[in-house]
Antibody, heavy 120, light 106 residues
Framework: QVQLVESGGGVVQPGRSLRLSCAAS????????IHWVRQAPGKGLEWVAV????????YYTDSVKGRFTISKDNSKNTLYLQMDSLRAEDTGIYYC?????????????WGQGTLVTVSS | VLTQSPATLSLSPGETATLSCRAS??????LAWYQQKPGQAPRLLIY???NRATGIPARFSGSGSGTDFTLTISSLEPEDFAVYYC??????????FGGGTKVEIK
């Protein structure tokens, strides 16, 4: 069955870094696009970033451009999010979410999320 | 921008819920709906405005195109009380979500 498992969250001070991972299984990793979506405490959903299935393109929401880097390792079926220069407003649950195909960008499977807390 | 209304809907089991999602510019039919319960990840309900996702009960239906969309939940079951989000995939980046509608027990 399709599984997405996030890891790497934790408590970190402002200005520091954290790397999240999303391990995928149960489907052909390169046939789908996987995004990062986050949710601040008590707030709604916010799309964060995506990397093309072959790694050729990356897109980010404006608030993380220049600070976050998305990458993937197709040999390990794993997606990453390197988060640098973290701010308090980056606090929240980070989900990885799969799209059903390269171009149908709605999310048919989600991970359980990993909590990132940016606090001094 | 996607604007959902109302922010909160107070209903009793068995009643019908009508949730609205309005886009600031046309998204054609490229709108999805998700359900999220406390402590859980979102779950896909509807994609491309009116298509139910796999395993979603028939009491959930979606309609609309362009800028105005509706999610209807007929005869609310106890497990339907949750927060619902819409999401567009027409105009990106960024992909955007609405602010959510909470369906609560009256």
């Amino acid at each position: 069955q399709v599984q997405l498992v996030e890891s790497g969250g934790g408590v970190v001070q402002p200005g520091r870094s954290l790397r999240l991972s999303c391990a995928a299984s149960g489907f052909i990793f390169t046939n789908h696009v996987i995004h990062w979506v986050r949710q601040a405490p008590g707030k709604g959903l916010e799309w964060v970033a995506v990397i093309w299935y072959d790694g050729s393109k990356e897109y980010y929401t404006d608030s993380v451009k220049g600070r976050f880097t998305i990458s993937k390792d197709n040999s390990k079926n794993t997606l990453y999010l390197q988060m640098d220069s973290l701010r308090a407003e980056d606090t929240g649950i980070y989900y990885c979410a799969r799209t059903p195909s390269y171009f149908e960008w709605f999310f048919d499977y989600w991970g359980q999320g990993t909590l990132v807390t940016v606090s001094s | 921008v996607l604007t959902q209304s109302p922010a909160t809907l107070s209903l009793s089991p068995g009643e019908t819920a009508t949730l609205s999602c309005r886009a600031s510019q046309s998204v054609d039919i490229y709108l999805a709906w998700y359900q999220q319960k406390p402590g859980q990840a979102p779950r896909l309900l509807i994609y491309d405005a009116s298509n139910r996702a796999t395993g979603i009960p028939a009491r959930f239906s979606g309609s609309g195109s362009g800028t105005d969309f509706t999610l209807t939940i007929s005869s609310l079951e106890p497990e339907d009380f949750a927060v619902y989000y819409c999401q567009q995939r027409k105009n990106w980046p960024p992909l955007t979500f609405g602010g959510g509608t909470k369906v609560e027990i009256k």
